[in-house]
């Protein structure tokens, strides 16, 4: 009989979002010529995505980068999947990769549990685990420290659905996440006014690298806060030294207003514009994604601002269309169509039905 192998790629997204994210790697692997299929599987966040042949590994992941999909948080290669006993089941492991594995070695081990749905000791079985496991896996040479290794090694992803299943995989170097299965651990700050800090301070390590935050954060910037109340981006943007101008009907925190470095401005952020330029427009107002799309394309069609970072809030249904309709609308801007502009969109972990999006310097070519 003729087999047809067909590999799979683990994508992670927010539980609810499975469809989307898959949706999403069917149409960009088509565009590329991979020809796949998505299962949403048991899992709340966790999608499979399979290929016929090997267009996953030789095709797909060489040529379209994670940071260009919204809801594909993160996504790992499966290498070999096993039924985990209930005894040594470091030895199966071990077992299942020297018998169905020829990526050799890995630079880390990371072990997954579900974020929803699975049971209670699942999750504290997994952090008991994964020492034993990387001891047994260096100690035969399948773990290398990076520092120890001439080249870059994928990164050993374990994923437990149950105690009874391990999925064992690779995740590429230079092509996942900054954050493992895409989850920041960000600690809320306790002045922050509100949790939506979180979501501007991911926004950034997500969309600029560490080494040009100064660059583009530093140095006493000026900023406007688009839907500001109560003051948690505002805050974030404080916290890097910037001036800033807080537009919002609604009160600030009156801690941060005190820092001396915001400016209320009770107006509305539709129709409210900046006698000069600034560096940063963030915008957190919850309206039409059409409308705001709109507000931002026309402060870079006037000039008034160099990078953004703002929300879309996105309908119950058909998300993907509506992204795109957004996105044609931004990139029909001459200013964010220049080649050196990138506008990049994700649904990040600490967001819930809206996707953000970046507009900035394209980092990914310097
Ligand atoms: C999600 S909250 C913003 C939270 C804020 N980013 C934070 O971190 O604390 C949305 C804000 O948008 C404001 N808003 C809604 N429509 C607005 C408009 N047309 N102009 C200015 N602000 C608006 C609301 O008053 C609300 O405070």
Do not use: H, I, K, Y
């Given at each position: 009989m003729l087999q047809v192998e067909t590999q799979t790629l683990w994508l992670f997204c927010r539980p609810g979002f499975e469809a989307d994210a898959g949706q999403e790697l069917v149409a960009r692997a088509a565009e590329l010529g991979v020809f796949g299929y998505f299962v949403p599987g048991q899992v709340p966040g966790w999608v499979s995505f399979q290929a016929p042949g090997h267009g996953l590994g030789a095709e797909l992941l060489p040529r379209l980068h994670?940071?260009?999909?919204?809801?594909?948080r993160d996504w790992v290669m499966e290498l070999a999947r096993l039924e985990l006993p209930g005894g040594d089941r470091v030895g199966s492991v071990l077992e299942a990769l020297r018998e169905?594995?020829?990526?050799?070695?890995?630079?880390r081990l990371e072990v997954h549990v579900p974020?929803?749905?699975?049971?209670?000791?699942l999750a504290r079985f997994a952090r008991k685990w994964t020492s034993p496991l990387a001891r047994a896996l260096r100690d035969t040479g399948w773990l290398v420290p990076r520092e120890e290794s001439p080249v870059n090694l994928p990164r050993l992803d374990i994923l437990l659905p149950s105690f009874e299943q391990a999925l064992l995989c690779a995740s590429p170097q230079g092509n996942r996440s900054p954050f493992v299965g895409g989850v920041p651990r960000l600690r809320f700050p306790p002045?922050?006014?509100?949790?939506?800090t979180l979501k501007l301070e991911e926004a950034w390590k997500l969309f600029i690298p560490e080494e040009h935050w100064y660059e583009l954060l530093g140095g006493g910037r000026h900023a406007v806060d688009l839907?500001?109340?109560?003051?948690g981006w505002t805050w974030q943007l404080v916290k890097e030294g910037m001036l800033v101008t807080a537009v919002d009907n609604g009160p600030m925190d009156e801690a941060l207003m005190a820092s001396g470095h915001v400016e209320h401005v009770r107006a509305d952020g539709f129709t409210w514009r900046p006698r000069r330029a600034v560096d940063w427009l963030v915008c957190d107002i919850v309206d039409k994604p059409a409308r705001v799309a709109e507000l931002i394309a026309g402060w870079f069609e006037d000039g008034l601002c160099r990078y953004s970072v703002f929300n879309l809030k996105l309908p119950m249904k058909q998300r993907q269309q509506a992204w795109e309709n957004c996105r044609d609308r931004l990139l029909a801007c001459t200013a964010l169509n220049a080649p050196d502009i990138r506008l990049q969109a994700r649904q990040l972990y600490h967001d819930r039905e809206e996707i953000t999006c970046f507009v900035g310097p394209d980092l990914r070519r310097s």
């Open positions: 994670l940071s260009e999909l919204v809801f594909v169905e594995v020829d990526v050799f070695p890995f630079e974020a929803e749905g699975a049971p209670d000791d002045s922050a006014p509100s949790r939506s839907g500001a109340s109560p003051g």
